[in-house]
């Protein structure tokens, strides 16, 4: 089964019944950018009264007529997800269903109807106008990563550089959490397609960042890498938004790594370090 037949599925299972009023194809197939690694991602419209109901009997239909290797249910009140994958090729796709109301944040750009039994595509405009940056985000985030970027010398001076390339780990999350933010398209979608969503040299310099290992060198060159690129790109939102930029946190920060950033023959290359020291 390919994403082709698995809509066509669908489709026909969800078509007449009568608690389903509509059936929309969003997420990248929807934009235009999927590609052979793409889920299916389809919004259903379902009245209130029935939403428990039809809830039951789709994850019944569905496991007992597909090859299912996994399948969950996350109900968020009015509105229910079912996450799916299917078979060996590991077919993916989500079925969100709830009220009329999903639809308010979609445009005919990012929501490809299937079926309409109450003329409710009418109302979606055109496009929608882009998503803007966050200032709850940015708030949030840039002084998490400020104060986890501190901790390095709590690592490094305890040699725990397992603990070390986890807070590497994280400082590239919240690095990528911001550039992700920095994007203003009407629909940034999921988390497996940044190569597409992010400015070129943004991704250009998540590319260039150096491997994180469990290591001394690795805890240090990586987490500068993150530092030196997170602070262009928090200054710019923060500006963009009207958030204040953490200037004296920035600082500090910026004075507690500088001993260990004055190392740069011994912070250039990650090397192993022997038996039991291992990448994160």
């Known amino acids: ?22 059936l929309w194809i969003t997420g990248s197939t929807a934009r235009g950018t999927d590609d052979e690694f793409s889920d299916l991602d389809l919004l259903a419209v379902v009245t ?29 009140g009015p509105t229910v997800v079912v996450h799916h994958i299917v078979g060996d090729n590991w077919l993916r796709f989500d079925l969100t269903f709830g009220p009329a109301e999903n639809l308010r944040t979609r445009s005919q750009q990012t929501a490809k109807v299937v079926f309409d039994h ?18 709850e985000v940015i708030a949030r985030v840039v002084p998490e990563f400020l104060r986890v970027a501190g901790l390095l010398p709590v690592a490094v001076g305890r040699a725990d550089y397992v603990v070390a390339a986890s807070g590497s780990a994280l400082l590239r999350t919240l690095l990528i959490q911001l550039m992700v933010e920095s994007v203003e ?11 597409t969503l992010l400015a070129p040299d943004h991704f250009r310099l998540l590319e260039d960042l150096p491997p994180i ?18 602070v262009p790109v928090a200054q710019d939102l923060c500006r963009r938004t009207g958030v204040p930029w953490p200037e004296s946190f920035a600082d ?12 740069p023959e011994r912070a250039k ?8 020291r291992v990448g994160a």
């Open 1 to 22: 089964m390919n994403r082709d037949q698995l809509l066509a599925w669908v489709t026909e299972r969800l078509h007449n019944d009568q608690r389903v009023r509509g």
């Open 118 to 135: 109450d003329d409710l595509n009418s109302a979606l405009p055109a496009e929608a106008p882009p998503t803007r940056p966050s200032p």
């Open 213 to 230: 290992a469990a290591t001394r060198e690795s805890a240090i060159a990586v987490q500068r890498a993150c530092f030196d690129a997170f």
């Open 185 to 195: 398209v009407e629909d940034r979608g999921g988390a497996l397609h940044l190569q």
């Open 269 to 276: 290359m990650p090397q192993q370090r022997g038996p039991g």
């Open 252 to 263: 500090a920060v910026r004075r507690r790594l500088a001993p260990l950033w004055s190392q």
């Open 48 to 76: 209130d009264e029935d939403r428990a109901d039809f809830a039951s009997t789709w994850v019944a239909q569905v496991v007992q007529s597909m090859p299912l290797v996994h399948h969950q249910l996350l109900d968020f």
